[in-house]
């Protein structure tokens, strides 16, 4: 695809930046801002014409002082953890202590908080201080070859979180998981007490005096053994349990698929990475939730009270610490939140990044001491943190000004000083299979156990049950009711509603089921009028998937039976599909990506902003109202308009149409194959 700032013409990315960094110094609204740099992003001249306009306001803003009164004198913070240097080039650090109480940083991407995460490990390294980090963005692996670090990926670990720490009690450990899954799962209340009732009745078939432990694949199926009434609430809490349990068993590869984990005693001992960036967000989130609270229970059980012992870091730490799910009063309170607060008495620091402080929870903001406030994208997000740092106006603008490696540091009654952040250079060419290599030989010396079966739960379960295959439904289930699908097309009924994009063979293999009674049960739903099927055209030969979407029918028997199924407006479960790629495409090149966008009472399909560039992208499905459709995105203001089209004559008829309202295709629009995005 072709971008703006690639010839002589029109200005680079970086002058558009340097252009808008001047608007922003002299106090532009985002609206002008947004005006100018359309203009400007166009043409040269007027680039050049807006720079010359601004620069003596610039200038004179420059002359003045650069920091403000509350910076002089600068606040010493003169700990040993070092995280840069004031302007004054005096070194900026935290204690150990001040390190302990956790600290939070906030920056939107691109801002360096991979490459201060670098230096910080180096600092953890440099103070003995033994590290975890959780990767999403597999940004570590590339230090293996720097210092003594285990790089865990995904598809070699091995956690069964069913297993308490050293020390922890079977009842008590099933209290903390029942509150870690349900808030990871998004489940409510209700749903925690059929979960923690299930678990207990599991742990009663191992002797788990003898280290025998049960995993996420027997929970799963134990509740599909459960026989309930169809007619009982608890039908629709086994259900709820039964879905979750088979998505996450589903997509974590062999994470789960062990019944004694790697000693995780062993890992807090030493520089880890675990690499998370492939499973889908519910396995990402539980992994990691579950992982801290195991962490947290460990410390306190072995009364580990001798200060600072080991640091854990991660970015995007909203999955974990989400503003939403703590405010809702129907979904259990995660243990996490509540020990934050309790862990620093245990030797356990956190070390946590965002780039949506908006969305973090107040409990993470309330719980770290120190927090690092680097150049941010969004107003809201700003002003989030301007009440978060207890900063006024005049001290907020110099946030503003924040460029690359640059940032604002604060510990509780302290006040803020600047910070220059130091780079990193570290070149990143180590493959997946190059770091899985290369960590085989340690892996293999660690201890793990594969799952087991004993034959108390084999009898309650079935006795052909061996865990890899889902326990058989009755044939005759659902028959009472002429109107509801059977057990197994009730279970691919509900995933549709977790996972709308997944083609119907995915979807057999999310609820467990080959493709003879997967497909019998697709025809039940289609008879009953509760899904439709249509086929997605995708351009790539041989892999256009078929995609199952409920009917009005079928959105009404689920709400009846307690799911919330979520609106998804006039919009075709076709051209839903086509946003949810083109959001996935740009996510993963580092765009910040909204989906049905909204301008005035309309929206745009899918809006893409990195930095000075923005981008809508309007799905055209036939020509009708496209024309509407890139006029409203051109006023808008955006740099570029993407027309997605799936066949070539819908796109000769809407470049027609557009050649004859512009005299010509404008600079900004480009056409692009739906197949880009495959």
């Given at each position: 695809?072709?971008?703006?700032?690639?010839?002589?013409?029109?200005?680079?990315?970086?002058?558009?930046?340097e252009?808008?960094?001047?608007?922003?110094?002299?106090?532009?609204?985002?609206?002008?801002?947004?005006?100018?740099?359309?203009?400007?992003?166009?043409?040269?001249?007027?680039?050049?014409?807006?720079?010359?306009?601004?620069?003596?306001?610039?200038?004179e803003?420059?002359?003045?002082?650069?920091?403000?009164?509350?910076?002089?004198?600068?606040?010493?913070?003169?700990?040993?953890?070092?995280?840069?240097?004031?302007?004054?080039?005096?070194?900026?650090?935290?204690?150990?202590?001040?390190?302990?109480?956790?600290?939070?940083?906030?920056?939107?991407?691109?801002?360096?908080?991979?490459?201060?995460?670098y230096?910080?490990?180096?600092?953890?390294?440099?103070?003995?201080?033994?590290f975890?980090?959780?990767?999403?963005?597999?940004d570590?692996?590339?230090?293996?070859?720097?210092?003594?670090?285990?790089v865990?990926?995904?598809?070699?670990?091995?956690?069964?979180?069913?297993?308490?720490?050293?020390?922890?009690?079977?009842?008590?450990?099933?209290e903390?998981?029942?509150?870690?899954?349900?808030?990871?799962?998004?489940?409510?209340?209700?749903?925690?007490?059929?979960f923690?009732?299930?678990?207990?009745?599991?742990?009663?078939?191992?002797?788990?005096?003898?280290?025998?432990?049960?995993?996420?694949?027997?929970?799963?199926?134990?509740v599909?053994?459960?026989?309930?009434?169809?007619?009982?609430?608890r039908?629709?809490y086994?259900?709820?349990?039964?879905?979750?349990?088979?998505?996450?068993?589903?997509?974590?590869?062999?994470?789960?698929?062990?019944?004694?984990?790697?000693?995780?005693?062993?890992?807090?001992?030493?520089?880890?990475?675990?690499?998370?960036?492939?499973?889908?967000?519910?396995?990402?989130?539980?992994?990691?939730?579950?992982?801290?609270?195991?962490?947290?229970?460990?410390?306190?059980?072995?009364?580990?009270?001798?200060?600072?012992?080991?640091?854990?870091?991660?970015?995007?730490?909203k999955?974990?610490?989400?503003?939403?799910?703590?405010r809702?009063?129907?979904?259990p309170?995660?243990?996490?939140?509540?020990?934050?607060?309790q862990?620093?008495?245990?030797?356990?620091?956190?070390?946590?990044?965002?780039?949506?402080?908006?969305?973090?929870?107040?409990?993470?903001?309330?719980?770290?001491?120190?927090?690092?406030?680097?150049?941010?994208?969004?107003?809201?997000?700003?002003?989030?943190?301007?009440?978060?740092?207890?900063?006024?106006?005049?001290?907020?603008?110099?946030?503003r000004?924040?460029?690359?490696?640059?940032?604002?540091?604060?510990?509780?009654?302290?006040?803020?000083?600047?910070?220059?952040?130091?780079?990193?250079?570290?070149?990143?060419?180590?493959?997946?299979?190059?770091?899985?290599?290369?960590?085989?030989?340690?892996?293999?010396?660690?201890?793990?156990?594969?799952?087991?079966?004993?034959?108390?739960?084999?009898?309650?379960?079935?006795?052909?049950?061996?865990?890899?295959?889902?326990?058989?439904?009755d044939?005759?289930?659902?028959?009472?009711?002429?109107?509801?699908?059977?057990?197994?097309?009730?279970?691919?009924l509900?995933?549709?509603?977790?996972?709308?994009?997944?083609s119907?063979?995915?979807?057999?293999?999310?609820?467990?089921?080959?493709?003879?009674?997967?497909?019998?049960?697709?025809?039940?739903?289609?008879?009953?009028?509760?899904?439709?099927?249509?086929?997605?055209?995708?351009g790539?030969?041989?892999?256009?998937?078929?995609?199952?979407?409920?009917?009005?029918?079928?959105?009404?028997?689920?709400?009846?039976?307690?799911?919330?199924?979520?609106?998804t407006?006039?919009?075709?479960?076709e051209?839903?599909?086509?946003?949810?790629?083109?959001?996935?495409?740009?996510?993963?090149?580092?765009?910040?990506?909204e989906?049905?966008?909204?301008?005035?009472?309309?929206?745009?399909?899918?809006?893409?902003e990195?930095?000075?560039?923005?981008?809508?992208?309007?799905?055209?499905?036939?020509?009708?109202?496209?024309?509407?459709?890139?006029?409203?995105?051109?006023?808008?203001?955006?740099?570029?308009?993407e027309?997605?089209?799936?066949?070539?004559?819908?796109?000769?008829?809407?470049r027609?149409?557009?050649?004859?309202?512009?005299?010509?295709?404008?600079?900004?629009?480009?056409?692009?194959?739906?197949?880009?995005?495959?």
């Amino acid at each position: 695809m072709a971008w703006i700032g690639n010839d002589e013409d029109t200005p680079s990315r970086e002058e558009l930046a340097e252009l808008r960094e001047m608007l922003e110094l002299v106090g532009l609204s985002a609206e002008k801002i947004k005006q100018i740099l359309s203009m400007a992003a166009m043409d040269r001249d007027a680039h050049d014409s807006f720079v010359e306009m601004y620069r003596p306001q610039v200038e004179e803003i420059e002359s003045r002082d650069t920091y403000y009164d509350w910076e002089y004198p600068f606040e010493s913070y003169d700990g040993d953890f070092r995280i840069g240097t004031n302007p004054e080039g005096q070194p900026v650090g935290l204690t150990r202590e001040q390190l302990n109480e956790h600290m939070l940083i906030v920056g939107r991407t691109g801002a360096g908080k991979t490459t201060l995460f670098y230096n910080l490990m180096d600092e953890c390294a440099g103070m003995d201080l033994p590290f975890l980090v959780f990767d999403f963005k597999n940004d570590y692996r590339h230090l293996a070859g720097h210092r003594d670090l285990l790089v865990v990926n995904w598809r070699d670990l091995k956690f069964n979180p069913l297993q308490p720490p050293p020390d922890v009690s079977v009842a008590r450990w099933a209290e903390v998981m029942a509150d870690t899954w349900t808030h990871a799962m998004g489940l409510w209340k209700a749903s925690r007490g059929y979960f923690i009732r299930k678990l207990r009745e599991l742990y009663g078939f191992y002797d788990t005096d003898a280290g025998e432990w049960p995993s996420l694949y027997e929970l799963l199926e134990l509740v599909r053994a459960d026989e309930i009434p169809y007619a009982s609430p608890r039908y629709r809490y086994k259900e709820r349990l039964d879905n979750r349990l088979t998505g996450m068993t589903g997509f974590s590869g062999e994470v789960f698929d062990c019944s004694q984990s790697y000693p995780f005693e062993e890992f807090l001992e030493r520089n880890v990475v675990v690499e998370l960036q492939e499973p889908i967000e519910d396995v990402q989130v539980f992994v990691v939730e579950a992982l801290l609270t195991w962490i947290f229970y460990y410390r306190e059980a072995q009364g580990h009270r001798q200060g600072l012992r080991h640091v854990v870091l991660f970015d995007e730490a909203k999955h974990v610490f989400d503003v939403n799910r703590e405010r809702d009063s129907d979904s259990p309170n995660p243990p996490i939140s509540t020990l934050m607060g309790q862990v620093r008495e245990f030797g356990e620091a956190l070390i946590v990044a965002d780039h949506e402080p908006s969305k973090l929870s107040d409990s993470l903001k309330a719980n770290t001491n120190a927090k690092l406030w680097m150049s941010l994208g969004s107003g809201k997000d700003t002003e989030e943190m301007q009440r978060t740092f207890g900063l006024d106006a005049e001290e907020t603008e110099y946030t503003r000004t924040l460029e690359k490696g640059e940032a604002l540091l604060t510990v509780a009654d302290r006040g803020p000083v600047p910070v220059e952040l130091p780079d990193y250079q570290l070149e990143k060419s180590v493959t997946e299979t190059e770091i899985r290599e290369r960590m085989r030989s340690e892996l293999d010396r660690l201890d793990c156990a594969e799952r087991m079966q004993p034959s108390l739960f084999q009898s309650e379960v079935g006795e052909d049950s061996s865990g890899d295959e889902p326990i058989e439904q009755d044939e005759n289930a659902g028959d009472g009711d002429d109107d509801g699908p059977d057990a197994v097309a009730e279970a691919l009924l509900i995933s549709i509603v977790e996972e709308p994009f997944l083609s119907v063979s995915e979807r057999y293999d999310v609820i467990g089921v080959g493709s003879k009674k997967g497909t019998a049960a697709k025809e039940e739903l289609v008879a009953l009028d509760l899904v439709s099927e249509e086929t997605v055209r995708n351009g790539k030969r041989g892999k256009n998937p078929t995609l199952l979407e409920l009917t009005e029918k079928g959105r009404t028997v689920l709400e009846d039976r307690g799911y919330d199924v979520p609106e998804t407006g006039r919009r075709g479960v076709e051209h839903r599909y086509w946003q949810h790629q083109i959001k996935e495409f740009y996510e993963s090149d580092g765009f910040d990506v909204e989906i049905e966008h909204a301008v005035g009472s309309e929206s745009i399909d899918v809006y893409v902003e990195r930095g000075v560039v923005s981008i809508a992208v309007e799905v055209a499905r036939s020509a009708w109202h496209e024309l509407e459709n890139i006029r409203k995105c051109l006023d808008y203001g955006v740099d570029r308009v993407e027309v997605v089209y799936l066949e070539d004559g819908v796109m000769d008829q809407i470049r027609s149409a557009v050649e004859d309202e512009f005299g010509g295709v404008p600079d900004q629009i480009e056409f692009v194959p739906a197949s880009e995005y495959v």
